[in-house]
């Protein structure tokens, strides 16, 4: 059972990666460093040391995050659960998978997150994929959430990810989960509206 439940958080290493490298920098350039070089100081001379604007002030290091505007608060909404597509390199045959008859952790379910205002996100989820706590953060309009079962030894245990994006007055996204074995895979799209 040990190799099913470090197979699935493989798994969702390689999800949370994949997923990063989309959203991530697309140029390929790596960023630009935001720490300015400090200036010459001619031989036998010492350099007098003067605020920088570079460097940030203690009060702007010690500032709270800001607060997700207008995400804060509870979310809700559906999903439906469906078999999900595992792309496979040229002439690889995937055994595990296509045994997969599409019955199992299909079907309707609902989940539920909260979002401080710190950015933290925690939620549940219950149906189909089982029921799991959600855990993740908000950054700008994307949230991000990892799925973990409550029973993370039971055979029927999902593990995956939860992504999202804010559009208007919803989050809109997707479920990407597979079981302990990773012989099942299961992806459903979201839409969650703020509880009043």
């Known amino acids: 059972m040990r190799h099913c439940v470090s197979t699935a958080l493989s798994l969702i290493a390689c999800l949370s990666l994949a997923a990063c490298e989309k959203s991530g920098n697309e140029g390929g350039s790596p960023p630009a460093s935001s720490i300015a070089p400090a200036p010459a100081v001619p031989s036998g001379k010492t350099a007098e040391v003067a605020p920088s604007a570079a460097a940030p002030s203690p009060s702007a290091s010690a500032a709270a995050p800001a607060e997700p505007p207008g995400l804060v608060g509870t979310w809700e909404g559906r999903y439906d659960a469906k078999k999900g597509e595992v792309e496979m390199p040229p002439k690889v045959k995937d055994k595990v998978r296509t045994k997969d008859d599409g019955k199992a952790a299909m079907g309707p379910g609902t989940l539920s997150i909260t979002i401080g205002p710190d950015g933290e996100l925690k939620g549940k989820t219950s149906g189909a994929l089982g029921a799991a706590a959600l855990s993740g953060k908000v950054e700008g309009d994307e949230v991000r959430a990892t799925f973990f079962p409550?029973?993370?030894?039971?055979?029927?245990?999902?593990?995956?990810?939860?992504?999202?994006?804010?559009?208007?007055?919803?989050?809109?996204?997707?479920?990407?989960?597979?079981?302990?074995?990773?012989?099942?895979?299961?992806?459903?799209?979201?839409?969650l509206k703020k509880k009043d």
């Open 150 to 191: 409550d029973d993370a030894v039971s055979k029927e245990a999902m593990f995956g990810i939860v992504q999202g994006k804010r559009k208007d007055d919803k989050i809109v996204g997707r479920i990407r989960v597979a079981s302990g074995d990773a012989s099942v895979v299961r992806e459903a799209e979201i839409e």
